[in-house]
């Protein structure tokens, strides 16, 4: 198997760097591709190639039939090499192939979103409240956009942020993780193809200590208007501080702590089967997992023992194997430290299933009678690790889910819509799944969060708005 080797994308080309660093399989170890170490200077070029694209190039200017069109041939061509994108999430990453095609198919659907958007960006316009006046409202593009994106969704976690972006005629800079940079490099070569004109999308790849000095140049950059970065909440909090600097738009997606809450009306089976690929799903790695599962005394045991069959059924092996269902964590560290938490579960509460591992895997773990207000319950894990909380009343599971920093997401399992909606209404998150967890197939509704899980929004016609700013005409008649 050949190793590729990626360079920097700045001004549309491949473009070498003076330092290079390698990437590993997590799975067994074997050299997954060699990448620029991008530094400083690198993201400052990255930054003048996008903000001189912004100024002085066509694209913020664009008929947007022509975004459209870019937009609709990228997604084509992610569809025609989505066997080699998805080797290079299963090389860098770990991610079983089955997920990692998923993650293509889903990549190129949200650009098809974003370029039908693109042709419908309408105005408005404020006619009656002065008749001897005209408002109008226009919609432009913010400017400069910076991604800092992470590993765990290394395509789709690029692209619902760059398709809107585009779409509203802004340019980009991006910093992928040096965990997985890959697929954002096949996705500038893509757009390139695609006929995107040279400076819109620029990508600086770095490994781990540089990463931080370049998305720090991004974060603080005053010739950047707008940044959204996904990661964890206190690199978050870091890139916030720096974008306060020339009061850059911030959109920041950040952890989770979901609350799953099953009600012993729900349909059971369906229940225990989906609240186990709700925490394992790529390996637990994934910000909106269900790793809090509230619930009911009176189902307690019946419950807890479908869990432990479903959890049975998870296929842990070689990522490229088309049935494994669970590849290894992302890296060693990421394993030493969802080993903490075992540790930590293993002395507070009761180990039901799991907590077995082996080279960077981590079984499906899940531990009961979780005390809300313990690490485990309250801190994010990223692993497939399940905090199982009991509780007697729909108040009292309310209460629970709305018991923590964050507020991403959540579940809620019932036959009666009643008590659905008034539990949607009651749980502070931004996204809840009724009578399903992550599987609901409406890929382009919004995603984000409240309270410490971050601010703003991506996907669907909020996505696009982040990368939009309002203008306001008054047109005094004469
Ligand atoms: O995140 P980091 P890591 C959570 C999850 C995980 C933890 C650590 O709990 O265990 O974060 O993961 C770049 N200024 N999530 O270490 O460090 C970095 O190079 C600007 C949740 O991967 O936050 C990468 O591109 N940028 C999550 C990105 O920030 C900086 C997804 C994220 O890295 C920077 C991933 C700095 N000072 C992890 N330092 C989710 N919300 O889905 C690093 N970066």
Redesign the pocket.
Same mark, same amino acid.
């Given at each position: 198997m050949t190793t590729p080797q990626f360079d920097l994308w700045l001004d549309g080309a491949n473009t070498p760097a003076a330092v290079r660093f390698e990437r590993h399989s997590p799975f067994d170890g074997t050299l997954a591709g060699t990448f620029a170490d991008g530094g400083e200077q690198d993201a400052a070029a990255a930054v003048g190639s996008a903000r001189r694209a912004f100024d002085d190039g066509p694209w913020p200017s664009s008929p947007a039939r022509r975004r459209f069109e870019i937009l609709t041939e990228t997604a084509r061509l992610l569809t025609a090499n989505a066997d080699l994108l998805a080797e290079r999430m299963v090389r860098e990453s770990g991610k079983p192939v089955t997920l990692a095609l998923g993650e293509v198919a889903a990549s190129a659907r949200c650009l098809e979103y974003y370029a039908g958007l693109a042709l419908a960006v309408e105005g408005s316009a404020v006619s009656e409240r002065n008749p001897g006046a005209l408002g109008l409202i226009l919609r432009e593009p913010v400017g400069v956009a910076a991604l /800092?994106?992470?590993?765990? =969704?290394p395509l789709l976690?690029v692209v619902c942020k760059l398709a809107p972006a585009l779409a509203a005629g802004c340019t980009v800079v991006a910093?992928? &993780?040096?965990?997985c940079p890959g697929p954002t490099m096949l996705l500038a070569q893509l757009l390139g193809t695609a006929g995107l004109p040279g400076g819109v999308f620029n990508v600086v790849t @770095?490994q +781990?200590e540089q990463? $931080?000095?370049?998305? !720090?140049h =991004?974060?603080s950059s005053r010739a950047v208007d707008k940044i959204a =970065?996904? *990661? @964890?909440? $206190?690199?978050?909090q $870091?890139?916030m501080r $720096?974008a306060a600097g020339n009061a850059k738009r911030v959109a920041l997606?950040?952890? *989770?702590k979901s609350a799953n809450i099953v009600f012993p009306d729900a349909p059971l089976a369906d229940a225990a089967r989906t609240a186990i690929s709700a925490f394992t799903f790529n390996s637990g790695? !994934?910000? @909106?997992a269900g790793s809090r599962l509230l619930l009911h005394r009176d189902i307690h045991d019946e419950f807890l023992a479908l869990l432990v069959e479903h959890a049975g059924k998870q296929v842990l092996g070689d990522p490229a194997e088309a049935a494994t269902t669970m590849g290894p964590l /992302?890296s060693r560290?990421?394993h030493e +430290?969802v080993l903490g938490y075992l540790d930590l579960g293993r002395a507070e509460a009761k180990l039901v299933t799991g907590g077995g591992s082996h080279g960077n895997f981590v079984e499906p773990t899940v531990f009961d009678g979780v005390d809300n207000s313990s690490r485990l319950a309250q801190?994010? /894990?990223? *692993?497939p690790v399940l905090s199982v909380i009991p509780f007697t009343t729909e108040q009292e599971a309310v209460a629970l889910a709305n018991d923590s920093a964050y507020g991403?997401a959540g579940g809620v399992w019932t036959g009666s819509m009643d008590t659905a909606f008034r539990v949607v209404r009651g749980v502070r998150t931004g996204k809840m799944f009724v009578n399903c967890y992550n599987t609901a197939g409406l890929d382009d509704m919004p995603h984000g969060g409240y309270k410490e &899980?971050?601010t703003g929004r991506e996907f669907g016609h909020a996505g696009l708005e982040e990368f939009q700013e309002l203008k306001t005409v008054q047109i005094l008649l004469r």
């Open positions: /800092i994106t992470a590993w765990n =969704f976690g910093k992928p &993780s040096h965990l @770095s +781990r990463g $931080a000095v370049v998305g !720090q =991004f974060a =970065f996904t *990661g @964890s909440t $206190a690199t978050g $870091a890139v $720096a997606e950040l952890g *989770g790695q !994934q910000c @909106s /992302i560290r990421q +430290r801190e994010e /894990i990223f *692993g991403l &899980s971050g």
